[in-house]
């Protein structure tokens, strides 16, 4: 009767110490301390009868031994991931059918789209875009990003990011502005549902009247209008930023204030825990987190470099 194979996470250990030729990198790696992945190692050499590394002063050195035993352990375990991969591929293949704002969509998710398509190229993504709340108990529809209070009563809500709004015009327009009081002078395009008081509150310009200006009810046209330098209108921190990162859009003013409504994921609680829908959240939740990031970034950078005409602090 052959011998039974050593435990598999001895020779994941022995793997990462013959990868990294030291001992500490693999405990770092494994997330282990240093004398567990040396009791690991003595135990296998005890098990097999051979030396597998020579302990030189400050290195490692693999005997014949453990070279050979690190080219088959690698390859096994190599062949290993494949194979577990494989099975997980399988596991999430299929459509996932998702609903979200025309804005958000247009102008956030859709060029992230292929990030996702290169890393889950397994999940067949159908999207829907609609002003209009759609029932997901209908059926059609598996997920949806909706943008509210969260309140979805019977729903598996996760919340995703909560914006913050503030003045957004072409880079031209804002070399024209020196203190907030100036929008007043100026085209305001409004983006319905945005109500500009809480800003001009905070910009010490509360109870006054904006001029007339277009009123559009899709953010994605205003946001355009903006910036091909027609007027002045509001941002949202994901919806401006790719605009803003290309420079076509600026921050004339610093003062920002919280959206009146967040981003929320949301299923039938009995969906919550499917692979495609969990791979999907995952993935949007750390792609938002990275925008935000960046958003933080490019106001942080901005206020360093007021010469290139976008955020302004004063009052």
Not at 59 to 69: D, F, K, S, Y
Request: contains cysteine; glycine residues 8%; positive net charge.
């Amino acid at each position: 009767m052959p011998r039974p194979l050593p435990p598999l996470h001895t020779l994941r250990v022995f793997e990462a110490a013959a990868r990294h030729r030291s001992f500490t990198r693999a405990a770092q790696e494994l997330a282990v301390t240093q004398a567990a992945v040396s009791q690991q190692i003595k135990g296998l050499e005890a098990d097999l009868g051979r030396l597998l590394f020579r302990r030189l002063p400050r290195r490692l050195v693999l005997t014949e031994a453990g070279l050979e035993l690190a080219d088959g352990v690698a390859e096994a375990l190599n062949g290993l991931r494949q194979t577990v991969a494989k099975v997980r591929r399988r596991e999430l293949a299929g459509r996932l059918t998702l609903t979200a704002m025309p804005s958000f969509a247009a102008c956030w998710l859709v060029p992230r789209l292929g990030r996702f398509f290169a890393k889950r190229p397994e999940i067949e993504l159908g999207l829907h875009t609609g002003a209009e709340v759609i029932d997901l108990r209908q059926g059609a529809i598996d997920v949806a990003i909706r943008h509210g209070a969260g309140h979805y009563p019977g729903l598996a809500v996760e919340k995703l990011a909560l914006e913050e709004v503030f003045p957004v015009c072409a880079p031209a327009l804002a070399r024209r502005l020196n203190r907030p009081a100036d929008i007043l002078n100026h085209v305001v395009i409004q983006d319905q549902g945005l109500d500009w008081e809480p800003w001009l509150k905070a910009a010490g310009l509360e109870g006054a009247r904006l001029p007339p200006g277009p009123t559009f009810h899709d953010t994605t046209l205003a946001l355009r209008a903006a910036a091909d330098g027609q007027g002045i209108t509001f941002g949202r921190t994901l919806v401006a930023l790719d605009l803003m990162k290309t420079g076509a859009l600026v921050r004339p003013f610093a003062p920002a204030v919280p959206a009146p409504h967040g981003y929320h994921f949301v299923c039938l609680p009995d969906r919550a825990g499917e692979p495609r829908v969990k791979a999907f959240g995952d993935w949007l939740k750390a792609e938002i987190a990275a925008s935000l990031a960046e958003a933080r970034e490019l106001e942080r950078h901005d206020k360093q470099n007021p010469a290139r005409g976008r955020t302004r602090t004063g009052r």
